[in-house]
């Protein structure tokens, strides 16, 4: 799955969706700074998408 969002990825680099998604895959592996840059990239191309934001301040809230 990794390799399709990154693929998706070097497509669509804008599609804050797309971003979201692996960030959410990274978490589940463990990888939660990857993951960050990847919630971040999401939030920061839908600054409107309340989801993106809520979800990246609650992984923020949950690290050292």
Known sequence: ??????????????????????????ISQGRILEALDELQ????????NKDYQQYLQQLKAQMP
């Open 1 to 26: 799955a990794e390799r399709a969002y990154k693929k998706a990825l070097e497509l669509a680099p804008a599609m804050a969706v797309i971003h979201f998604n692996l960030g959410q895959l990274l």
């Open 41 to 48: 990239a999401a939030a920061s191309l839908e600054p409107e």
